[in-house]
Structures are given as C-alpha cells and as structure tokens.
T-cell receptor, first 115, second 112 residues
Framework: DADVTQTPRNRITKTGKRIMLECSQT?????MYWYRQDPGLGLQLIYY???????NKGEISDGYSVSRQAQAKFSLSLESAIPNQTALYFC??????????????FGPGTRLTVL | GNSVTQMEGPVTLSEEAFLTINCTYT??????LFWYVQYPGEGLQLLLK?????DKGSNKGFEATYRKETTSFHLEKGSVQVSDSAVYFC???????????FGTGTSLTVIP
C-alpha cells in the first residue's frame, strides 16, 4: 500500500468552481507539503504544515487554502478555480528528525484541469 | 537565499552511454542535497542524498558528490539503460529542514 495517497488522481473542473484535493499519509510524519508542478518550472511550494496547528504559506499561496485535519491528513482547496491553476499537484511528507536527512516522500500526484 | 540550478534538458542518450546532469546550488549554512527521479505518471522518488561536504550519495548505479568548494552536486551514471528514462530533480534543504528547494528538472530519454 502507498504511504502517501492523493485523491482524486485526475480532475476536470470549470472556472469559478470550488475544488478540494486531499492527501493522506501512513508514515507517521509530522510535516506535510503541497506543491504544484508546471512544465519547465519544477516544483513550487504552495503551503506546508509542521503539525496540526501549524500552517505556513509557500511561494505561491495566492488562490489556495489548506486544512490540516489531523496529523495524517492535509487538504488543499481552490476556492474559485481559474485556468492558470491547471497543473499537476503533489503532496509530500517528511520526518521531523528521524533520519536526520529530512528527505521528502511524495504522493502520486493529482492532475487538475480548469476549463 | 537558497536556490538550485540544474542543466536544462531534454537529454537524449544511447543505451550504455555515460550520463552527467549538472547541479549547482546557493545556500546559507550547510544544506543537505538530494536527487529525485520522476518516472512518467508518478510522483517524485528519492534517488540519492548527501548531508555534508565530500559525502557521496549512490543508488542504482547513480552517484553524486557533495562539493562545497564548487557548490555542486552533479549526477552521474556510467552506463544508462532505457529504464532510466525519467525526469531528474536536484534539491536542497536548509539545515533546519524547514523548506526544500527544487531545480526545474532535467528530462532524460535513453534510446536502445
């Protein structure tokens, strides 16, 4: 079973619609992240959370919001989707101190298309 | 600030050729360095890592050495295979591990 899961895997929506992307993890990690990937731009950080009560904006948070419902769940919302939010979205987790390397573990991604 | 610059692709190689993908970084303090690989339709997977100067990370025949004097972490493989076709990302994390910084990715295609 996958350690980091994302739902849905694919979503097509219309401009102005509200949409939520969900992420769950079974790794027991405290830290969770949301990224978007666009061709030629690599990964851009949207939001990150170091525990249930800690939410931080990343470099491109405008137009997005997040909720950390539990240690294992971190959802990303687009309140009013627009076409330039069409992208591949990834959730990731990392351990606080365990390995000492702070590597991130990624979900399989959600491909979002906004028409 | 922190940033990662990696060579632009796409890169196309014949099977068994030698691979180098360049990566340089700018960072405060002593970051940890990573190479991630993304196969088609999948998320990123950690390929290898190094946490201090002169460390060599290695996995699946890939290697990269943390060079503080040149602020580089170039990825190499002596003989690539078709199955190595993927997008490769160089990344760093600050010493506190609070944030990750990714390069733009380099697409590799290996032809038989």
């Amino acid at each position: 079973d996958a350690d980091v899961t994302q739902t849905p895997r694919n979503r097509i929506t219309k401009t102005g619609k509200r949409i939520m992307l969900e992420c769950s993890q079974t790794k027991g990690h405290d830290r969770m992240y949301w990224y978007r990937q666009d061709p030629g731009l690599g990964l851009q950080l949207i939001y990150y959370s170091f525990d249930v009560k800690d939410i931080n904006k990343g470099e491109i948070s405008d137009g997005y919001s997040v909720s950390r419902q539990a240690q294992a769940k971190f959802s990303l919302s687009l309140e009013s989707a627009i076409p330039n939010q069409t992208a591949l979205y990834f959730c990731a987790t990392s351990d606080k101190n365990g390995t000492g390397y702070n590597e991130q573990f990624f979900g399989p991604g959600t491909r979002l298309t906004v028409l | 600030g922190n940033s990662v610059t990696q060579m632009e692709g796409p890169v196309t190689l014949s099977e068994e050729a030698f691979l180098t993908i360049n990566c340089t970084y700018t960072a405060t303090g002593y970051p940890s360095l990573f190479w991630y690989v993304q196969y088609p339709g999948e998320g990123l997977q950690l390929l290898l890592k190094a946490t201090k100067a002169d460390d060599k990370g290695s996995n699946k025949g890939f290697e990269a050495t943390y060079r503080k004097e040149t602020t580089s972490f170039h990825l190499e493989k002596g003989s690539v295979q078709v199955s190595d076709s993927a997008v490769y990302f160089c990344a760093l994390t600050s010493p506190t591990g609070n944030q990750f910084y990714f390069g733009t990715g380099t697409s590799l295609t290996v032809i038989p």
